[in-house]
């Protein structure tokens, strides 16, 4: 590159190189009155590149914000989508959630551990930026096929890296979701989701309000890492990606442990007034977006910023991506107090500019101005664009799935054996037991339930977590997929008795400029929001991670769904497997022939094919009321939804998820012939139908969870009991728990401990 | 009984260990800052684990070096208890209030799971509501647990009876199968000579309720408690 400073002449290519499009420069022209030089011309590349700016997304994620003002309970929703860096939601005393989830693919996919664990750290700073303490987090994970060295290398270095920066922050990872596909094949998807903990009265703004307030940077030194990271994550990945190397950020969670507890701290304190994190973007972000939030101006001077390297210009301090660092505003007077709480936690704290009048971010470098920009034209006004449409070509022939065609396996025993054994099914075990799952003393279910439950001391409540997206179904219809992803990831969250209340999502496409994309991205919003709709969940923000595509071409669509539920008393969870023999099991739903987008078909039969299951909204709507209902009247011993590998791979889990290696004698499965017209049996024992569960209920219950359920109109059929221990189904199943235990603990570590 | 918990910059089980002694056993406790050269006066001084000083260098090597520690010495010296639980046992090691070192667990990967202990001395203000040979299921959280120290070390703490807890099968049965990180001899926890300093990798805060899947861990306080009171 060549040095760019104050006299570097602004060229066609030059601008072609920082992604800026001939109308968006003359736009930016427009907004300066003049040409921009160098350093501005950076700062507008990485503040409109689609990381930061949603150019491409922004007409659609608006949808979300017009679904949110439809819903009941709007006051509930605290803090909204795009307002600050994450949303919040009450739960009642008081006491108010702020979480969200975010990508950090292309840099996993060049450096995994570094690229996971700065993924971390960005997240966490996201939700104690807003001055919540963060209790959890979750990550959704996906990989290419598991049996190639590549995706071993990933795998094995994103679950490190984010071991790495979660186990030191002390801040315990209680769940998530793991598949496996080809589709990622030098794409993986790195998704991390935070959520913290608040008092109402507490929440801090991203806002640089109060002209002559001092504006500080604290935390970290900066250096040339990560220079144009949001610039970088907004195209598609290549064979010279690597050469991007060092747009990848290298993390130190040991900072950030300090950064937090010192901003937690200061947020105790009457001096602070506004806080930012400098993520993607850095310090060109972090200030125009506070001054434009407060419709302020705010001005800096370089020459103050903390440094790690010498020789830095303007463009790179501006540019860096330096980790662990923040923008606090403080109120003039208040300086010493608030230099005391850092200088405690050794860290930087350089008060580097101030509010002033107007609405410039100016940034000089000593005494000399290096930029001068409108920071809302900055922050807000990029440029917006309304992508072309197009159906797929792939659809139609995809969708196609002739059912006389797929012969019905004869031994259904080697089919469950297959499925538990396919790493996106078995345990993920030697996933979560690397990270430190239970830090804090308040993880109450483990990774490995339908969702991870965490209590909240000092109150009876319980908050309850789920992340999904079965991105097969979103790729053969993702309308119908965007739909499931949400059912699914609510359905889990009831499972353990919690009421969902909202939902964050990170919605990884490929390249938008392709017109088949952005139809994908569009019906998958369209799916999400009917879902949130009748289920009347609101989305409180996510992340929208596009490009991701390798010279093998776009990944599976994958709208990753975050939902977070409330329990009101956590003595009234429900766990997700089989706790005592002699309970009565049913399932709870209605079953139909549906095999299409099944892993049931993709293992047995080699096929990605057909539609998948169709959701009746209604229909999942009041098996949520019934299950509800029946935890709130501690009528549940146990309750797991069906998924990958339909009810006997949820009967499986149920078994050897027990302590006790608990098995189930299942009989009664001619009452759920009854419902369909000819239901196959391949469809019945492995089939993906929607809005299922299985539950288990004391057998002086089983009347009142009957009626529970009537009350709902849910079907109820009771199938058999906890029994023994091996899984017997009719005459076609018969696998002892031992086993099934062996095959599902066993198979990715197996593969991963092998070299 | 009263206590202290100590802060290092990165510990990150302070809160649960305060939370364990003040809400679960009841005991007034209050934390002491790692740059305060003076400890208050209490009973026991509890070192929590995490990752004081990110673990650079040496998992506990700069911890060592904090103003409080030349404290917390002197205060074991005077024959008073201190707890060490994980990062907190590789600060005592550091500190040379226990012998030995940690080494990388043998998977080389961080470990997080409840784990089978087997009491072997009951005769310690640690384990004096335990019988011998009383197994608790205790969750360990580490990445360097792997406890290595020397023959003569091994035989020493084995003639002085400092080995207090070995890892072990939920029924009480030694092995490789049962042991998590790879330490000699199975070892999960150590006292001095003269039985005040404790140092374990095992978290009994993590296990002091029964919502948390196991209260085992709450036998271990309400020894120390039983013994200080």
Same mark, same amino acid.
């Given at each position: 590159m060549p040095s760019l400073d104050s006299t570097t002449?602004?060229? +066609? ?5 920082h ?18 030089n160098i350093t501005e011309l950076g700062m507008?590349s990485v503040?409109?590149? &689609? ?27 605290? $803090? ?16 108010? $959630?702020?979480?969200?989830? &975010? ?25 104690? =930026? /807003? ?20 995706? !071993? ?36 998807? @790195? ?26 940077y604290v935390g970290a030194t900066t250096g040339r890492d990560g220079l144009g990271g949001a610039a ?14 060092p747009a990848v950020q290298v993390?130190?969670?040991? /900072? ?22 400098m993520?993607?973007a850095g310090l060109t972000c972090a200030g125009?977006?506070?001054? *434009? ?7 800096i001077d370089l020459a103050f910023v903390p440094r790690r390297e010498t020789g830095m210009i303007p463009y790179e301090i501006l540019l860096s991506e330096s980790q662990e660092r923040?923008l @606090? ?19 930087h704290?350089v008060?580097i500019g ?9 940034v000089m470098d000593s005494g000399k101005m290096a930029a ?31 059912? =006389? ?20 099914? +078995? ?6 037991? !690397? ?29 309850? @977590? ?27 969250? $009831?499972?353990?008795?919690?009421? %969902? ?10 390249? %938008?400029?392709?017109? &088949? ?57 429900? %766990? ?21 987008? *099944? ?12 539609? %998948? ?11 949520? !009321? ?17 998924? &990958? ?47 299922? @569960?299985?539950? *288990? ?59 | 009984?009263?206590? +202290? ?38 009973? #026991? ?57 940690? #080494? ?69 049965? =030694? ?55």
């Amino acid at each position: 590159m060549p040095s760019l400073d104050s006299t570097t002449p602004i060229t +066609a290519e030059l601008i072609a190189a920082h992604g800026i499009t001939t109308e968006e420069y003359q736009h930016i022209r427009d907004i300066l009155g003049r040409d921009p030089n160098i350093t501005e011309l950076g700062m507008f590349s990485v503040m409109w590149s &689609e990381h930061c700016s949603y150019k491409n997304s922004k007409p659609i994620l608006k949808l979300f914000s017009k679904m949110n003002a439809e819903l009941p309970r709007q006051e509930n929703l605290l $803090v909204k989508p795009g307002q600050e860096n994450a949303g919040i939601v009450d739960i009642g005393d008081g006491l108010a $959630v702020c979480f969200k989830i &975010e990508s950090h693919n292309h840099p996993s996919a060049i450096e995994p551990f570094q690229g996971a664990a700065t993924g971390v750290g960005g997240i966490l700073r996201d939700i104690f =930026t /807003m001055g919540a303490r963060p209790i959890l987090l979750m990550n959704s994970l996906r990989f290419g096929d598991l049996a190639q060295p590549v995706s !071993q290398r990933l795998f094995r270095g994103v679950v490190a890296g984010i071991a790495h920066y979660g186990n030191c922050m002390g801040i315990p990872t209680v769940g998530g979701d793991v598949y496996f596909d080809a589709s990622y094949e030098g794409n993986p998807l @790195v998704n991390a989701m935070a959520l913290g903990i608040i008092k109402k009265d507490e929440i801090v703004r991203g806002a640089a309000h109060g002209i002559g307030n001092p504006v500080y940077y604290v935390g970290a030194t900066t250096g040339r890492d990560g220079l144009g990271g949001a610039a970088f994550a907004s195209k598609e990945l290549s064979e010279q990606s690597h050469e991007d190397r060092p747009a990848v950020q290298v993390g130190d969670p040991f /900072m950030e442990k300090l950064l937090m507890e010192a901003c937690l701290e200061l947020l105790k304190t009457d001096a602070l007034v506004g806080m930012q994190d400098m993520g993607a973007a850095g310090l060109t972000c972090a200030g125009c977006e506070t001054a *434009s939030r407060a419709s302020t101006g705010v001005e800096i001077d370089l020459a103050f910023v903390p440094r790690r390297e010498t020789g830095m210009i303007p463009y790179e301090i501006l540019l860096s991506e330096s980790q662990e660092r923040m923008l @606090v505003i403080v109120k003039k007077g208040k300086e010493k107090e608030v230099e005391d709480i850092f200088e405690k936690w050794d860290l930087h704290a350089v008060k580097i500019g101030e509010v002033t009048k107007g609405d410039k971010y100016r940034v000089m470098d000593s005494g000399k101005m290096a930029a001068e920009i409108p920071a809302k034209a900055l922050a807000d006004d990029g440029p917006v664009y309304t992508r072309e449409e197009e159906k797929p070509a792939y659809l139609e022939d995809a969708q196609k799935l002739d059912l =006389t065609a797929i012969h019905e396996p004869k031994d259904f025993n080697a089919v469950l054996k297959r499925l538990l054994s396919h790493p996106s099914i +078995a345990s993920k075990a030697w996933v979560w037991q !690397q990270y430190d799952h239970m830090v804090r003393t308040d993880t109450v279910f483990y990774p490995g339930h339908d969702a991870a439950l965490i209590r909240v001391k000092g109150t009876h409540k319980g908050i309850a @977590v789920s992340t999904d997206c079965n991105s097969l179904y979103v790729y053969l219809d993702p309308l119908e997929g965007g739909k499931i992803a949400v059912a699914e990831a609510a359905r889990n969250v $009831v499972c353990s008795g919690a009421r %969902p209340i909202g939902l964050t999502n990170c919605l990884n496409f490929g390249n %938008p400029m392709k017109p &088949e994309i952005f139809w994908q991205f569009h019906n998958a919003v369209s799916g999400i929001i009917e879902s949130c709709k009748t289920l009347e969940i609101p989305v409180t923000g996510g992340n929208v991670s596009f490009y991701n595509e390798s010279p093998q071409g776009a990944i599976y669509p994958t709208p990753t769904i975050g939902v977070v539920g409330l329990i009101d008393n956590i003595e009234k969870r429900v %766990p997700s497997a089989f706790q005592n023999e002699g309970d009565v099991i049913f399932l709870a739903g209605e079953t139909f022939n549906e095999i299409g987008g *099944s892993h049931y078909l993709m293992i047995e039969h080699g096929l990605k094919q057909g539609l %998948p299951p169709r959701l009746n909204l209604a229909r999942e709507k009041a098996l949520h !009321q019934f299950i509800l209902a029946a935890a709130d009247g501690k009528k549940l011993v146990s309750c797991h939804d069906l998924a &990958e590998g339909g009810l006997t791979v949820a009967l499986a889990e149920c078994c050897l998820k027990s302590e006790a290696g608990l098995g189930a004698r299942i009989q009664g499965l001619n009452g759920l012939r009854k419902h369909g017209t000819a239901l196959r049996d391949d469809a019945l024992y492995f089939g993906e139908t929607q809005s299922r @569960v299985v539950i *288990s209920v004391k057998p002086e219950h089983q009347k009142e969870v009957k009626t529970l359920a009537q009350k709902q109109g849910v079907a109820l059929c009771e199938i058999g009991k906890v029994d023994g221990d091996a899984l017997v189904l009719e005459e076609r199943i018969h696998v002892s728990v031992r086993e099934m235990t062996n095959l599902f603990e066993n198979w990715i570590p197996n593969i991963m401990e092998r070299q | 009984m009263k206590a +202290a918990v100590i802060v290092f910059p990165g510990s990150n089980c302070d809160t649960d260990c305060f939370h364990a002694l003040r809400d679960v056993v009841k005991v007034p406790v209050e934390y002491v800052w790692h740059k305060d050269r003076h400890l208050p006066k209490v009973d #026991l001084v509890v070192i929590p684990g995490g990752f004081s000083y990110g673990d650079y260098l040496r998992t506990g090597a700069i911890a060592r070096f904090s103003p409080v520690m030349e404290s917390v010495i002197q205060h074991a010296n005077d024959g008073r208890a201190v707890l060490g639980i994980c990062n907190g046992f590789q600060i005592l090691l550091e500190a040379g209030l226990l012998p030995g070192a940690m #080494l990388r667990n043998k998977t080389l990967e961080f470990i997080c799971k409840h784990a089978w202990i087997r009491t072997e001395e009951n005769l310690t203000i640690f384990t004096g509501q335990m019988e011998p040979g009383e197994t608790l299921c205790v969750p360990i959280a580490h990445g360097e647990g792997n406890y290595y120290c020397d023959d003569d070390t091994l035989k020493s703490l084995h003639d002085h009876s400092q080995v207090v807890f070995r890892y072990c099968s939920e029924d009480g049965k =030694t092995g490789d199968a049962f042991n998590p990180n790879g330490s000699k001899d199975h070892i999960a926890g150590i006292v001095n000579k003269k039985k005040n300093v404790l140092g374990m990798m095992p978290h009994p805060e993590r296990s002091s309720e029964a919502i948390l899947g196991s209260s085992d861990g709450l036998k271990i306080f309400e020894s120390i408690l039983n013994a200080l009171e």
